[in-house]
């Protein structure tokens, strides 16, 4: 009896964990029991490339050879492909092609969640019991999320409207009332103003968190589909979220054409 | 719904946004000052002493969402040289005068005034009324204090400027001068959306929208100003300042606490921001919880190139219901495009008169 438990408990750990099943670890507690989520982070994927993955290929600035070109990445979409409508998946490819142009990445406009999570810059995680506040650097897009009865947003916005709620070592956040003018990536993928977006922030290991987001959006999807990666603590002594005011670095693209010609 | 892209300017989808706080008060209605009429001290008057509300690790609780909106000026009016306090009787004259020009606003919309960010450049006639938006200074809740300036002191103004830093910029707005418009760098920094004086440090008033949220996490205290979606990570767990070579339009802020005060140290400025041509800014600001709804926000600026001596400035911050609301300034910025395409029509038809 005694050798048959012993037996079962090393078969248990053995085993690897499936994907449904709640992770073991527990991450330390903030003073009134919550896990601990505060820290910098990052993701270390090429989602902010193509949610689906991709193959290497050339950049679209051929001076900027190898420097910017697109790197090769697995996707973090379960199951591989997005389920656009069938209309909405020619838009994507519309937007696809003009990325250049079209993308709100480059313009440097407010990201939208969840695309600010895997932008490949940090975010700082500020928690506190009632309101948690989460800051990008890139942009310095910022959040608020509310941890308290939730409420409802008064107007749509680039940042959209956060409700958080804790199931046992989850962060969980409903987000509404963003605009349509975000995109998930620089493929082109893109959602209407009925978006809806639930996050879940899973502590793993001390320095590692695992990041979902499901994603609904019945104008532009034929059902919700979920994205998965893990976030990794940014451990460098002194680290530090920096400023990255990208508006400057958009101003000739936005404003060189209305710039006054040179007389000489 | 409202989409922020389709209004026409940024200021107006940052209206729009406004109009939904519900905590603006009823139009005319100012609140009164007598709650708040005593320039704020740490510890109340009448010798009662008082523990500041803590968070779960022990630090005073600075949480909330708060406005540093004020009528008091950053420099003393000259008419005023001197006095330093409001008397109370004084305080409540101001106060019934503010209402009074709320009123006049409200009934007649405000006076054309220069929006262009030029100094000099002659005031508009476009229509454009804070007070319809419930923008207006006067229509949200007031940090009144007795005090005649932020700045402190007899003099209550920012001290002369050394010679060298006079020269300096002198040199800079002789070669700014009928530039203006040339391209979006010669711009204001607001008008660009890049940042704004009020984020500092220090946190000074805004025309409208003079809201901050403050959250304490582990090791950091963040400040987040709603004009225009700034945020100061500020660690207070003894990491020092970003190495020296890094310079950012809002300096490096690093915390500690002293007692029931925060203190903000904040260095690496550009040479841009919040006080231009300062090019070794200094900041040290305080924060202490003065009650509830109060925190006395003290600061020290100092730049030994800059001016000839430091100087000092406070101000009372009180709390406000509701929340920070997005304030997506670059995602809209028609003026700076409108401003300069108006720059080149008007050299074009410059040029086609001359060529008559």
Redesign the interface.
Known sequence: MIAGVAVLCVLSLAAPPSAAQAPAYRAPRTANGKPELSGIWQALNTADWDLEGQAAAAGPVPSLGAVFAKPPGLGVVEGGEIPYLPAMAAKKKENQANWVKLDPEVKCYLPGVPRATYLPYPFQIVQSQNTILISYEYAGAVRIINMGAPTKAPADSWMGWSNGHWEGETLVVDVTSQNEDTWFDRSGNFHSDALHVVERYTPRSADTLNYEATIEDPKIFSRPWKISMPLYRRVEKNVRLLEYKCPEFAEELLYGPLRKKSSN | ?????LVSTTTLAAM??VL??AQAPAAGQVQSPATKAAPVKPTPAGGKSWTPPR???GKPDL?GVWTNNTVTPLERPKELAGKEFYTEAELRALAKQERERLAQVEDEGQPPANHSGVEGAPADDVHYDFSQFGLDRGQAKLAWNRRTSIIVGPQGTVPPLTPDARKRLAEIRAKAKG?E?????NLPLGA????RPNVGPPLLPSAYNSNL?I????????I?TEMI???R?I?TDG??H?PES?H???G?SVGHWEDNTLVIDTTNFTELTPFKGAQNLHVIERLTLADEDTILYQFTVEDPGMWTKPWSGELPITKIDG????Y?C??A?SP??NT??G??VA?ERAANKSAK
């Open positions: 719904m409202i989409r922020r892209s729009i946004a939904l706080i968070t779960p690790d949480q530039h418009f040339d391209g979006p760098e660009r959306c890049l940042a949220q959250v304490q996490g582990a090791g950091y205290v963040a987040e979606h700034d945020v990570t660690p990491r020092p970003i890094i950012q339009w809002y490096d929340q920070l609301y997005e997506a670059h995602e910025n700076l495009a300069l395409r720059a080149r050299e």
